[in-house]
T-cell receptor
Framework: RKEVEQDPGPFNVPEGATVAFNCTYS??????FFWYRQDCRKEPKLLMS???SGNEDGRFTAQLNRASQYISLLIRDSKLSDSATYLC??????????FGAGTTVTVRA | DGGITQSPKYLFRKEGQNVTLSCEQN?????MYWYRQDPGQGLRLIYY???????QKGDIAEGYSVSREKKESFPLTVTSAQKNPTAFYLC????????????FGPGTRLLVL
């Protein structure tokens, strides 16, 4: 079983729509969780950390479900610029992270 | 501006050749990492270094070597023993004060001729 699993998508949505997707992780001892955004042929960039109580950053909302070991990301009012691959990242220990293969989102005009 | 730089952006390797990828950071981060990204796969850790003059193997270290002689620099050598080196190589760094958040350089694409 992979340490972090994501639905690869693609999720094709119109501008203004809401899109949501999850990732699951296998290590119940994981303590830190992140969503990174990666544009085509570019480096990953931190989108947001995910906290136990859930957190919001503008149009983006992240949730953590420790009991079921999954993390979700919801994007409201999608913009064309939100088109990217979203990487789910979970820590293995203090210095090592596990990366999902990514979920591709395409927002169309 | 603080950040992480990688060079070159593209690198071509001939069979049997060793090549070295550069990674420099001016963020004053203690820890640095090298990852490899292949299409449709998550990033895989090659090597990491928590402090100067110390480094550990990651999940796919075979065929690679690193050094950490300076805090700012963490070069990666892809040796001829790495039989499938074509990939996107990403360097990252992190600071204990920021938890495990890692920040990435722009990457180097390595292609085999």
């Amino acid at each position: 079983r992979k340490e972090v699993e994501q639905d690869p998508g693609p999720f094709n949505v119109p501008e203004g729509a809401t899109v949501a997707f999850n990732c699951t992780y296998s290590n119940s001892a994981s303590q830190s969780f992140f969503w990174y955004r990666q544009d085509c042929r570019k480096e990953p960039k931190l989108l947001m950390s995910v906290y136990s109580s859930g957190n919001e950053d503008g149009r983006f909302t992240a949730q953590l479900n420790r009991a079921s070991q999954y993390i979700s990301l919801l994007i409201r009012d999608s913009k064309l610029s939100d088109s990217a691959t979203y990487l789910c990242v979970v820590n293995k220990n203090d210095y090592k992270l596990s990366f999902g293969a990514g979920t591709t989102v395409t927002v169309r005009a | 501006d603080g950040g992480i730089t990688q060079s070159p952006k593209y690198l071509f390797r001939k069979e049997g050749q060793n090549v070295t990828l550069s990674c420099e950071q001016n963020l004053n981060h203690d820890a640095m990492y090298w990852y490899r990204q292949d299409p449709g796969q998550g990033l895989r850790l090659i090597y990491y270094s928590q402090i100067v003059n110390d480094f550990q193997k990651g999940d796919i270290a075979e065929g690679y070597s690193v050094s950490r002689e300076k805090k700012e620099s963490f070069p990666l050598t892809v040796t001829s023993a790495q039989k499938n080196p074509t990939a996107f190589y990403l360097c990252a760094s992190s600071s204990p004060g920021q938890g495990e958040t890692q920040y990435f350089g722009p990457g180097t694409r390595l292609l085999v001729l």
